[in-house]
């Protein structure tokens, strides 16, 4: 077993953990939008605007006829007409607070990243050859917005759809985590950058597997919210009594269950969460001859996947509260944050980032 000889390790200078803990800052705040998101859907508040308006949509009604025109729009769409027809102005209110709270904050991250990277670049605390992976990051951002709306659609162009589709959703909250991921994994270069002589730990492909398998686990979590999967089937372990749900492949072709049949995306999502239990575990055992990141970072991979499974079985018994809910959501998303950050510490050397004259600059 090699272990990182931490007096090798390169020395940290002031403008590189700047621009490590902005990167930081930006995905707390991904974090704190898959949050509020996941808030949007609980509250059935996704469909409340009917328009995007990327610059413009930021100021939000002023006066009582703004607000009923955009009363009027919402009342245009199926979600409307058949779910929530006879709802009040205020009760409106409430739900379009949500959904825009959300857009707004989509728009404050993409200027929290776009104005500090460029005074880090132009300082030199980032490199010219770093530019395009920063640029990459934002455009990504921005791409998100778009796939958010494209996901809206869905629950607005059809005659009987009242909320979004499920597979729109899964790919909008697997951008933001794809997203999310991207940024860490930077943070991280830029926080605790590798030394030459560190080599990879003897279980960094499992690290690596156990955060994929997370990220999958997260997106399936999407289909079974898109489906309201979590409202069947309220017992655990077992499915009212089965293993697995009534009738699996009642679809046809087959392959669609896997995706629309609310009892399956539950059952798979339930297989998801012992697949990671038993890889958390192993990475437990895997870390106790580590020594420092290494080992702290895969027990707190184990702990919080405890907690996650314990959270998702409150839920599922409690027919889905909304505190609970939500919990358990961020509570992925610590877990993902844990098992990337595992990820990286047992991972071996990597390109070293600029630092040295470009990064004094910052403080020139």
């Known amino acids: 077993m090699t272990v990182p000889n931490t007096s090798l390790a390169p020395s940290l200078h002031p403008g ?17 939008m898959v949050l509020v998101g996941g808030l949007t859907r609980l509250t059935g508040s996704g469909l409340s605007i009917t328009t995007w308006h990327p610059i413009s949509g930021v100021i939000p009604p002023l ?41 707004l904050l989509g728009r404050v991250i993409g200027l929290v990243f776009l104005l500090p990277f460029l005074w880090f670049a132009w300082r030199g605390a980032i490199s010219r050859k770093e530019w395009p992976r920063m640029i990459a990051l934002f455009v990504l951002g921005g791409l998100q917005g778009l796939v958010g709306w494209w996901m809206v659609t869905s629950g607005i162009e059809t005659s009987t759809r009242v909320s979004v589709s499920q597979y729109r959703l899964a790919a909008h909250l697997g951008l933001a ?16 950058p590798k030394a030459e002589e560190e080599r990879p730990a003897p279980h960094a492909l499992l690290a690596k597997l156990v955060a994929l398998l997370v990220y999958v ?82 027990h707190l991979v184990f702990g919080l996947v405890l907690a996650q499974i314990s959270l998702g079985i409150a839920t599922l018994l409690n027919q889905v509260p909304i505190p609970l809910a939500a919990t358990h959501q961020i509570t992925a998303v610590a877990l993902f944050s844990a098992a990337l950050w595992h990820a990286y510490e047992t991972s071996g050397k990597r390109r070293r980032l600029a630092e040295g004259q470009s990064a004094a600059a910052l403080n020139a």
Do not use: C
């Open 63 to 103: 006066n009582h006829a703004a607000w009923q025109r955009e009363f009027d729009h919402y009342k245009e769409i199926p979600q409307y007409r058949l779910e929530n027809r006879g709802m009040t102005l205020a009760q409106f209110k409430g739900i379009f607070w949500w959904e825009w709270s959300h857009r």
């Open 217 to 298: 686990q997260m997106l399936m979590g999407a289909l079974v919210a898109g489906l309201h999967a979590g409202l069947i089937y309220e017992t655990w372990p077992s499915m009212n009594g089965r293993f697995g749900p009534e009738h699996p492949f009642f679809l046809h072709p087959w392959y669609l269950n896997f995706f629309a049949n609310p009892g399956l995306a539950q059952f798979d999502h339930r297989i998801g969460a012992y697949l990671i239990f038993l890889g958390a575990l192993a990475l437990f055992f895997a870390a106790r001859k580590q020594k420092g990141a290494r080992k702290m970072s895969a």
């Open 177 to 192: 985590l794809f997203l999310f991921a991207a940024i860490l994994w930077t943070a991280f270069q830029y926080l605790r």
């Open 16 to 32: 590189r953990r700047a621009v490590g803990l902005w990167l930081v800052v930006i995905a707390a705040m991904i974090a704190l």
